[in-house]
């Protein structure tokens, strides 16, 4: 009977107006229930345009529907092969997240697994968030929030896209590790100094995974290239090196690596660092140089 429910919705979205207090922009959207008539069942749209967001529904009533699509022209296709990820916050509760397809829906995310950080992900062609506040007597501290990322399920680097699918197991070629010293969101020359399991956050999903448990090695760097955000900090003498903790998928076998020195790249996802790219250095040395000399480097990067 849920394809009646998505009907009685739809058609309360026409009659309703859009009535909840709220602020949004391109990326992110703040709204409350509050203002809603109780005896109301109210249905609202929501547009995001980003590649990454978040959104927070304070003592949600009635359902939303979240449109998520990137911040490009209609006409390009932009939205073609791209998956969201959703990541509810700790403290998420009050409402229930579905994926609306076909005049039905499907259960994404319960209360239950959003209070233990379970990810979901779901192709934007099989349909659309749908957001659907549950029952309670008292709404005052029920607060649904969660973070979004709109990802490529093809192309460079989508392999390591660790909430996505299984994480492939490759070496990366000479081109993808080139163009991973620049591109990534840090990269640094470094030591892996310990590895250890940590447990899955909660069963996967069908329509997307919350992954296999994963490994989080302790690094340090002697050198740090870039960083978009703090993945790594100052410590040592002198502050001289540079150490953080990285996430990386079980089925890659890292380990501590003793005497070898890395060249350590990869992404941030939902504030959490995952390894990429990370060849030994003096092989990703000898490539980038090979590839200085035959002038066809993608990038130019201070080594020194």
């Not at 345009?49 to 959104?55: D, E, F, K, N, P």
């Amino acid at each position: 009977m849920l394809w009646l429910w998505v009907a009685y919705w739809n058609a309360a979205a026409l009659l309703c107006g859009a009535a909840a207090q709220y602020s949004s922009d391109e990326c992110s959207w703040r709204g409350s229930g509050l203002s809603h008539e109780p005896h109301v069942r109210d249905v609202e749209q929501i547009y995001l345009r980003c590649a990454q967001g978040s959104l927070t529904w304070l003592y949600p009533t009635g359902a939303i529907i979240v449109n998520l699509r990137p911040n490009t022209e209609p006409s390009s296709g932009g939205a073609a092969g791209l998956h969201a990820c959703i990541k509810p916050r700790a403290d998420s509760k009050g409402a229930q997240l579905y994926l609306e397809q076909a005049g039905g829906l499907s259960v994404l995310l319960g209360e239950r697994e959003q209070a233990l950080g379970a990810v979901r992900c779901f192709s934007l062609a099989q349909g659309t968030l749908f957001v659907e506040a549950v029952a309670h007597t008292d709404i005052s501290r029920r607060i649904t929030a969660f973070q979004y990322e709109l990802v490529p399920s093809q192309g460079p680097g989508a392999n390591m896209y660790p909430y996505l699918h299984s994480a492939s197991c490759k070496p990366c070629s000479d081109e993808e590790v080139l163009m991973a010293v620049c591109t990534s969101d840090f990269a640094g020359r470094g030591f892996i100094r310990g590895v250890v399991s940590s447990p899955p956050p909660s069963p996967t999903s069908s329509l997307g995974a919350a992954g296999d448990g994963h490994l989080s090695a302790a690094v340090s760097l002697s050198r740090l290239f870039h960083q978009k955000s703090a993945v790594f900090s100052r410590s040592g003498a002198r502050g001289r090196l540079w150490r953080g903790q990285l996430s990386v998928p079980l089925q890659w076998g890292v380990y501590p690596g003793g005497d070898d020195e890395y060249l350590l790249t990869g992404s941030v996802h939902f504030g959490e660092a995952w390894l990429g790219c990370a060849p030994r250095y003096k092989d990703f040395l000898a490539r980038y140089q090979a590839a200085q000399e035959a002038r066809i480097n993608p990038c130019q990067v201070d080594l020194t």
